[in-house]
């Protein structure tokens, strides 16, 4: 007995954990987990995924639309010498065929600028993922202090 509630207790702690994932599918591209951190209002913010390209060819993401904010743009964390360092990716950020790309801090994110309101634990920004080869997909990026599924930082 003492075994069969440890096993329960364990499978409702797994599901309880990625009780907020989401994935999005559109043809050969999936997006897992979007996420961003809370954000105040008229403040910029930082989203956060995976996508995986399922297909032959390469695909680029070229740009995120959202109602939620003034402006998105992609960027590249970097750091070198001890420095960070964050660039803007005007031409997008490839992902090969057959493989995934992740988004998460300190690498590749999307820069949400100008939030229309301030974003906190729990809502969902929506937006639209624009791929070169004229594909859209949306999706909502789920706001908490870590993505869907870990443990929150911020907790305990």
Known sequence: MRNLCIAAAAATLALAGSAHAASYKLGTLEVADPWSRPAAANGNGAGFMTITNRGKSTEVLKAIE???AKKTEIHLSST????????????????????SVSFAPGG?????????????????LPATLVFAS?????VEFAVGAAAPGAADPMAG
């Open 108 to 124: 590749y994110h999307v820069m949400v600028m100008g939030l229309g309101k301030a974003s906190k634990a729990g809502d969902k």
């Open 66 to 68: 959202t109602t939620a």
């Open 80 to 99: 070198a010498g001890g420095v960070m360092r964050m660039a803007r990716q005007d031409g997008g950020v490839a992902i090969p065929a057959g493989k």
């Open 134 to 138: 004229g594909a859209k997909l949306k």
